[in-house]
Protein backbone atom coordinates (compact mmCIF):
# COMPACT_ATOMS: atom_id res chain seq x y z
CA UNK A 1 0.00 0.00 0.00
CA UNK A 2 2.02 2.92 -1.23
CA UNK A 3 1.66 6.30 1.17
CA UNK A 4 0.93 9.57 0.42
CA UNK A 5 2.51 10.52 -2.96
CA UNK A 6 3.29 14.02 -3.93
CA UNK A 7 4.93 15.12 -6.46
CA UNK A 8 6.95 17.14 -8.45
CA UNK A 9 9.36 16.71 -5.24
CA UNK A 10 11.14 19.87 -6.20
CA UNK A 11 9.96 22.89 -8.19
CA UNK A 12 11.34 25.69 -9.74
CA UNK A 13 9.35 28.96 -11.07
CA UNK A 14 10.24 32.22 -12.13
CA UNK A 15 8.06 35.36 -11.00
CA UNK A 16 4.69 35.37 -12.19
CA UNK A 17 4.32 31.52 -13.60
CA UNK A 18 2.13 29.14 -11.90
CA UNK A 19 2.57 26.46 -10.35
CA UNK A 20 0.97 23.16 -10.09
CA UNK A 21 1.30 20.54 -7.20
CA UNK A 22 0.05 17.18 -6.93
CA UNK A 23 -0.79 14.43 -4.66
CA UNK A 24 -2.37 11.36 -4.75
CA UNK A 25 -3.52 9.96 -1.69
CA UNK A 26 -3.36 6.35 0.32
CA UNK A 27 -5.25 3.90 -0.62
CA UNK A 28 -9.07 4.13 0.75
CA UNK A 29 -8.43 7.16 1.77
CA UNK A 30 -10.72 10.28 0.25
CA UNK A 31 -10.23 13.21 2.45
CA UNK A 32 -6.98 15.16 1.39
CA UNK A 33 -5.35 18.37 3.57
CA UNK A 34 -2.72 20.64 2.04
CA UNK A 35 -0.17 22.27 4.74
CA UNK A 36 2.07 24.79 3.80
CA UNK A 37 5.55 25.24 5.89
CA UNK A 38 8.26 27.64 5.87
CA UNK A 39 11.79 26.54 7.20
CA UNK A 40 12.13 26.15 10.89
CA UNK A 41 8.57 26.23 11.03
CA UNK A 42 5.51 24.16 11.81
CA UNK A 43 2.89 23.51 9.75
CA UNK A 44 0.36 26.20 8.71
CA UNK A 45 -3.18 24.69 7.35
CA UNK A 46 -4.61 25.71 3.66
CA UNK A 47 -7.25 23.40 2.79
CA UNK A 48 -9.23 20.61 3.50
CA UNK A 49 -10.77 18.73 0.39
CA UNK A 50 -12.75 15.37 -0.12
CA UNK A 51 -13.31 14.34 -3.94
CA UNK A 52 -15.21 17.18 -5.83
CA UNK A 53 -15.90 19.07 -2.65
CA UNK A 54 -14.07 21.67 -0.63
CA UNK A 55 -14.85 21.29 2.89
CA UNK A 56 -12.58 24.20 4.46
CA UNK A 57 -10.39 26.45 3.01
CA UNK A 58 -9.95 28.83 5.78
CA UNK A 59 -6.32 28.68 5.27
CA UNK A 60 -5.84 29.86 1.37
CA UNK A 61 -4.82 32.86 0.44
CA UNK A 62 -7.74 34.97 -0.83
CA UNK A 63 -5.90 35.36 -4.21
CA UNK A 64 -3.94 33.09 -6.63
CA UNK A 65 -4.22 29.92 -5.10
CA UNK A 66 -7.18 27.40 -5.62
CA UNK A 67 -6.99 23.59 -4.85
CA UNK A 68 -9.04 20.81 -6.23
CA UNK A 69 -9.75 17.20 -5.77
CA UNK A 70 -11.56 15.40 -8.98
CA UNK A 71 -13.28 12.58 -9.33
CA UNK A 72 -10.28 10.86 -10.86
CA UNK A 73 -6.78 11.78 -10.46
CA UNK A 74 -5.14 13.07 -7.66
CA UNK A 75 -5.62 16.52 -5.61
CA UNK A 76 -4.06 19.69 -7.14
CA UNK A 77 -2.55 22.90 -5.53
CA UNK A 78 -2.52 25.49 -8.25
CA UNK A 79 -0.62 28.70 -7.62
CA UNK A 80 -1.19 31.43 -10.04
CA UNK A 81 1.55 34.49 -10.85
CA UNK A 82 3.85 32.94 -7.99
CA UNK A 83 5.86 35.30 -5.93
CA UNK A 84 9.17 34.77 -3.90
CA UNK A 85 7.04 34.18 -0.72
CA UNK A 86 5.25 31.39 -1.82
CA UNK A 87 8.85 29.74 -1.74
CA UNK A 88 8.37 26.98 0.69
CA UNK A 89 7.13 23.31 1.55
CA UNK A 90 4.07 22.16 0.94
CA UNK A 91 2.40 19.23 2.25
CA UNK A 92 -0.78 16.79 1.12
CA UNK A 93 -2.05 14.41 4.00
CA UNK A 94 -4.19 11.93 3.62
CA UNK A 95 -7.01 10.88 6.13
CA UNK A 96 -10.33 8.21 5.86
CA UNK A 97 -13.79 9.31 5.89
CA UNK A 98 -14.18 10.95 9.11
CA UNK A 99 -16.30 8.53 11.77
CA UNK A 100 -14.07 5.84 11.58
CA UNK A 101 -11.85 4.60 14.52
CA UNK A 102 -8.67 5.76 12.89
CA UNK A 103 -8.53 9.10 11.09
CA UNK A 104 -5.07 9.94 11.66
CA UNK A 105 -3.70 11.92 8.75
CA UNK A 106 -0.66 10.67 6.70
CA UNK A 107 1.54 12.51 5.20
CA UNK A 108 3.44 12.90 2.04
CA UNK A 109 7.14 13.69 1.23
CA UNK A 110 6.45 17.60 0.24
CA UNK A 111 6.81 19.40 -2.99
CA UNK A 112 9.63 22.37 -2.37
CA UNK A 113 8.18 25.41 -4.28
CA UNK A 114 11.81 27.63 -4.88
CA UNK A 115 10.04 30.92 -6.63
CA UNK A 116 13.27 32.92 -8.27
CA UNK B 1 -3.23 27.68 17.54
CA UNK B 2 -1.29 28.16 14.34
CA UNK B 3 2.20 27.85 14.76
CA UNK B 4 3.69 31.31 14.85
CA UNK B 5 7.68 31.92 12.99
CA UNK B 6 9.48 31.17 16.04
CA UNK B 7 12.83 29.53 16.10
CA UNK B 8 11.87 26.37 17.14
CA UNK B 9 13.13 25.02 20.45
CA UNK B 10 15.75 22.95 20.76
CA UNK B 11 15.74 19.87 23.36
CA UNK B 12 19.36 17.88 23.73
CA UNK B 13 19.33 14.58 25.41
CA UNK B 14 22.15 12.30 25.82
CA UNK B 15 21.75 8.87 24.11
CA UNK B 16 20.21 6.37 26.34
CA UNK B 17 18.15 8.60 28.37
CA UNK B 18 14.74 9.35 28.52
CA UNK B 19 13.32 12.61 26.53
CA UNK B 20 10.45 14.32 27.51
CA UNK B 21 9.09 16.81 24.80
CA UNK B 22 6.31 18.66 26.08
CA UNK B 23 3.23 21.10 23.79
CA UNK B 24 0.52 23.27 24.85
CA UNK B 25 -2.44 23.46 22.94
CA UNK B 26 -4.73 26.35 22.61
CA UNK B 27 -8.26 24.71 21.93
CA UNK B 28 -10.42 22.98 25.03
CA UNK B 29 -12.75 21.71 22.39
CA UNK B 30 -10.46 19.70 20.81
CA UNK B 31 -10.68 15.96 21.02
CA UNK B 32 -7.73 14.53 19.27
CA UNK B 33 -4.59 15.08 19.43
CA UNK B 34 -1.07 13.47 17.06
CA UNK B 35 2.45 13.36 17.56
CA UNK B 36 4.24 13.70 14.45
CA UNK B 37 8.02 12.92 14.00
CA UNK B 38 9.71 14.66 11.28
CA UNK B 39 12.96 14.52 10.01
CA UNK B 40 14.94 16.73 7.52
CA UNK B 41 13.73 17.29 4.12
CA UNK B 42 11.13 14.44 4.28
CA UNK B 43 7.38 14.72 5.36
CA UNK B 44 5.87 14.61 8.70
CA UNK B 45 5.82 10.96 10.02
CA UNK B 46 2.63 9.58 12.55
CA UNK B 47 4.19 8.83 15.77
CA UNK B 48 1.48 8.13 18.23
CA UNK B 49 -2.28 9.63 19.04
CA UNK B 50 -4.47 10.43 21.49
CA UNK B 51 -8.31 10.92 22.19
CA UNK B 52 -9.90 13.16 24.80
CA UNK B 53 -11.35 10.51 26.89
CA UNK B 54 -7.97 9.22 27.73
CA UNK B 55 -5.13 10.82 29.58
CA UNK B 56 -2.39 7.84 28.55
CA UNK B 57 -1.47 5.79 25.92
CA UNK B 58 1.44 3.78 25.02
CA UNK B 59 3.54 2.64 21.87
CA UNK B 60 6.45 1.42 21.66
CA UNK B 61 9.31 3.39 23.34
CA UNK B 62 6.56 6.46 23.04
CA UNK B 63 4.00 7.41 25.64
CA UNK B 64 1.51 9.97 25.31
CA UNK B 65 0.00 11.88 28.29
CA UNK B 66 -2.56 14.06 27.89
CA UNK B 67 -3.70 17.06 30.69
CA UNK B 68 -7.24 18.32 29.44
CA UNK B 69 -7.20 20.48 32.31
CA UNK B 70 -3.86 22.88 31.82
CA UNK B 71 -4.57 22.01 27.91
CA UNK B 72 -1.26 20.41 28.06
CA UNK B 73 0.48 17.56 25.66
CA UNK B 74 3.49 15.44 26.37
CA UNK B 75 5.63 13.11 24.49
CA UNK B 76 7.87 10.80 26.57
CA UNK B 77 10.88 8.71 24.13
CA UNK B 78 12.05 5.87 26.36
CA UNK B 79 15.92 5.08 25.50
CA UNK B 80 16.60 7.77 23.27
CA UNK B 81 18.19 6.83 19.69
CA UNK B 82 20.40 8.87 17.57
CA UNK B 83 17.61 7.91 14.61
CA UNK B 84 14.96 9.56 17.35
CA UNK B 85 17.11 12.89 16.47
CA UNK B 86 14.33 14.72 14.42
CA UNK B 87 11.62 17.86 14.87
CA UNK B 88 8.54 16.41 16.90
CA UNK B 89 5.07 18.30 16.17
CA UNK B 90 1.74 18.06 18.49
CA UNK B 91 -1.32 18.06 16.08
CA UNK B 92 -4.91 19.14 17.70
CA UNK B 93 -8.32 18.47 16.06
CA UNK B 94 -11.65 20.09 17.00
CA UNK B 95 -14.39 18.42 17.72
CA UNK B 96 -16.91 18.52 14.52
CA UNK B 97 -13.69 20.00 12.48
CA UNK B 98 -11.69 17.97 10.13
CA UNK B 99 -8.91 19.96 10.50
CA UNK B 100 -5.34 19.63 12.52
CA UNK B 101 -3.63 22.08 13.50
CA UNK B 102 0.80 22.03 14.32
CA UNK B 103 2.01 23.35 17.47
CA UNK B 104 5.63 24.77 17.06
CA UNK B 105 7.51 21.97 17.16
CA UNK B 106 10.44 21.29 19.01
CA UNK B 107 13.94 20.06 17.73
CA UNK B 108 15.27 16.69 19.12
CA UNK B 109 18.92 16.36 19.19
CA UNK B 110 20.30 13.08 20.73
CA UNK B 111 24.33 13.03 21.84
CA UNK B 112 26.56 10.62 21.30
Known amino acids: NAGVMQNPRHLVRRRGQEARLRCSPMKGHSHVYWYRQLPEEGLKFMVY????????ESGMPKERFSAEFPKEGPSILRIQQVVRGDSAAYFC??????????????FGQGTRLTVV | GESVGLHLPTLSVQEGDNSIINCAYSNSASDYFIWYKQESGKGPQFIID?????DKRQGQRVTVLLNKTVKHLSLQIAATQPGDSAVYFCAERASGTYKYIFGTGTRLKVLA
Open chain 1, 49 to 56: LQKENIID
Open chain 2, 50 to 54: IRSNM
Open chain 1, 93 to 106: ASSPPPGLTNTEAF
